[in-house]
């Protein structure tokens, strides 16, 4: 089976000097793709120097969009990902697909707790793996890692449900276990980012806040609103009785509160209805 090594990157030319000779050196036969995603620097010029083919955007659409160019424009059997910015050790690659040769569908580089890259990080990914988890039944750990290798042709199929953002990990992940195709997790260590991070504390940590409701509506909706729904319902009831027994009547706000519970309810039957129709496939 041929194989793909994709890089979304921008502005990351000095840590490519450095990450894609290596990459030729471990993995001489696979077809390297960078996507330069709006770079300002000299990233596209030290690619096309080391051999890989560069597909570039005219300005910077995102990482989860990057990843996709690079998916459609790939012609491995199996697509490897990893990030340009040198957190990604290349020997690690054999790993991931030994795993992936096991019957796996796609393979997860999980970085220990060591590897976060700070404090702040490392709680809110684990509140991730938990919710994850839960919502799944199966254990995950490292919803958001960017270094992964994937069956390109099951991959290809959820292209039109990723972002354009940073959170193409999650989406890609609920997405595969959501299919009952099989994910595995290997043990990696990620290095220090090379250059300048592109995330932004206050912007993008609002974006993954909002990363913990995709979990719930890419996998099973009725898992979000039903507890919701629930909650509603024993306000409501909770606030009657109080009433009843002060005032002997049944409030504007006990039957505001019980309407609520079977709003939100019906919702989530439709959502889940939606989430079922997003992931049926033509066999």
């Known amino acids: 089976m041929t194989l793909s090594i ?52 005219p300005y910077g659409m995102g990482n989860g969009a990057a990843i996709k160019s690079g998916a459609r424009a790939a012609t491995g059997d199996i697509l490897v990902f990893m990030d340009a910015d040198g957190q ?19 393979v997860v580089g999980a970085r220990g707790r060591g590897s976060q890259a700070n404090l702040g990080r490392g709680l809110a990914n684990g509140v991730y793996n938990r919710i994850a988890s839960l919502m799944t039944g199966h254990r995950i750990s490292d919803l958001t890692s960017g270094f992964r290798a994937v069956q ?57 806040l909002l990363i913990i409701f995709k979990i719930a509506t890419l996998y099973s909706p009725l898992k979000l609103f039903l507890p919701v729904a629930f909650a509603f319902f024993l306000l409501g009831m909770g606030w009657y009785g109080y009433t009843f027994a002060i005032e002997g009547r049944f409030t504007n706000m006990s039957a505001l509160l019980l309407s609520a519970s079977v709003i939100v309810f019906l919702i989530g039957l439709i959502s889940e209805q939606i989430t079922h129709l997003t992931y049926k496939r033509e066999d």
């Open 6 to 57: 994709i890089l979304p990157a921008r502005n990351e030319a000095r840590s490519l000097q450095q990450l894609l000779p290596r990459l030729r050196e471990v993995i001489p036969e696979a077809e390297l793709i960078l996507v330069d995603d709006g770079s300002t620097d000299a990233t596209a010029a030290v690619a096309e120097e080391a051999g890989a083919r560069v597909i570039r955007h």
């Open 88 to 106: 990604h050790d290349p020997a690690d690659i054999p790993r991931l697909l030994a795993k992936l040769d096991e019957g796996y569908d796609m």
């Open 152 to 208: 390109a042709a099951k991959f290809r199929e959820f292209l039109y449900l990723l972002p354009n953002g940073f959170s193409y990990p999650t989406t890609i992940t609920m997405a595969f276990f959501r299919s009952a195709y099989p994910v595995a997790y290997v043990p990696i260590t990620a290095r220090p980012r090379i250059g300048k991070s592109h995330l932004r504390p206050l912007r993008d940590g609002v974006r993954f």
